[in-house]
């Protein structure tokens, strides 16, 4: 079992900087790979980043240059860093986990305003 708690969502202007975190704990030894996806009501979650436990790190197109995700293996933490915010980067924000299945956070808003 993994448990994954996000915090870091909020308010910010066009333009502006967020970022997010996700803790896990419980079986961490046993994640694959963790990632952020987001979703707008009435929308497919889709994958924003996901970085795997070699390191790669893969990007939706819409964030390539704008989020980086990264990730602190001792406090068994993955960050999204998001700049150069959008409006159309407003959603609830999901951590994700890869494991023997895949487990969810229970999500951050992002709001952008313009």
């Known amino acids: 079992q993994v448990q994954l708690v996000e915090s870091g969502g909020g308010l910010a202007q066009a333009g502006g900087s967020l970022r997010l975190s996700c803790v896990a704990s419980g079986s961490t030894f046993r994640i694959n790979a963790m990632g952020w996806y987001r979703q707008a009501p009435g929308k497919q979650r889709e994958m924003v980043a996901t970085i795997t436990f070699g390191g790669s790190t893969y990007y939706a197109d819409s964030v390539k240059g704008r989020f980086t995700i990264s990730r602190d293996n001792a406090k068994n933490t993955v960050y999204l860093q998001m700049n150069s915010l959008k409006p159309e980067d407003t959603d609830v924000y999901y951590c994700?986990?890869?494991?023997?299945?895949?487990?969810w956070g229970q999500g951050t808003q992002v709001t952008v305003s313009s």
């Open positions: 994700r986990a890869v494991v023997d299945r895949i487990y």
